[in-house]
């Protein structure tokens, strides 16, 4: 791809704005990255939501080109296919054509394949259902050399079947800001968890510690809407706050405020919109996060994420089954969190290595080669 003259981006995504979703913030800060010395068009469903305040509570730098296709969510796979041939034929009669499209909707990648127009799709799950069965037929004919993929993690090309296409591994990435200074920290014996509360995202475990360490708060921060009233009951206890929903831009913020982070991590982890099982594919933004805040980072032993954590270096892992190996390195690190500022160090300079504008420059590096 000739990229000598680069100019204009294109990219779709099936998320409307406003969303509290982890894809539309992927989304937003990587091409935020591209913005700064290229016009970036973002095709969405809808838009609801002023470009200040998108601006604002993500914390954008550049400025992004927002194009609302259908004003009206994608609610349903009809509305989704809708969404997709609308735009396909946007672009297609676009008078300026793009230099790069770039999407997170595989049926629009697909579509845009079949007509012959190179572009390259975002992976971070395997597919089901009628995605699959379009994706295998199109990968398997001559349109596939239209297609360039950037996937997650290694586990993908094998489960999508495209060891032998075109494809770059990018994981996901962290905005780099200054650590503040140990002082500057609000809480003790207080750990923190940010993310969805979803089956085998951790809050299972965080239950379960808190039953045993009393003397330790957990600080859970989230969307608690999509839980329902039993399940709410079952994480609110004592030493268990819900600090609610924080804007992305809030984020290194809040993670300043504490030592200790968690992503305590079941086998088996479910995704915001589907029964997929994730666990060998996640990138979590989370993790990124606590990286450039400095955090102490306790995790459960995910194998996707064995090339970054890396244990006593930048985190610790820990088995997940093991109740009392989680207990005994939390109150070790609260008797004195001094000695492990080597963690915190090592997590900020783990961050250095996956920023938006690292993430950006190695798809833009590879697409000039391919």
Known sequence: MKLNNLKDIIYITETSL???????????????????????????????????????????????????ILKK????????????????????????????IIGR????????ALFNKKNVIEIHNNLNGLTKILFKLIVKTYFKKNLIFIVINQNLIEDLEIKNLTYIVLDDAADIKKVKTLSTYKYENTCVYTG????????ELIIKLS????????????????????????????????????????IKDVLNKYHVALMPYEKKISARSSNLEIARYISPLKMFDYFSAGNIILSSKVRALDHILKHNVNSFIINNNNLNNWKFLINKIF?????FEYIKYN????????????????????????
Request: with cysteine; net charge positive.
């Open 335 to 339: 008797r004195n969190t001094s000695k």
């Open 211 to 250: 039953k045993i360490m009393p003397n330790i708060q957990f600080h859970l921060y989230g969307d608690t809407s999509m839980l329902k009233e039993f399940e709410l009951k079952k994480i609110l206890r004592k030493n268990i706050k819900l600090k609610g929903y924080v804007e992305y831009f809030k």
């Open 73 to 100: 969510n994608v609610s349903n796979s009809l509305m989704r296919f809708y969404f997709c041939i609308v735009t396909v034929f946007k672009i297609i009669f676009r008078s300026k054509k793009p230099d790069i």
């Open 347 to 370: 997590a900020f300079s783990t961050s250095k290595k996956y920023s938006w504008k690292k993430r950006s420059k190695k798809l833009l590096n590879f697409l000039s080669t391919n």
């Open 196 to 203: 969805s509360f979803f089956k085998g995202k951790g809050c």
């Open 105 to 112: 909707s595989i049926i629009c990648s697909l579509i845009l």
């Open 18 to 68: 406003p969303s509290l979703s982890a894809n539309i913030i992927n989304s937003l800060k990587f091409c935020d990255a591209f913005a700064k010395n290229y016009k970036v068009n973002f095709f969405l469903p809808k838009l609801d939501i002023s470009k200040e305040k998108i601006k604002q509570d993500f914390g954008l730098e550049n400025e992004i080109h927002f194009s609302e």
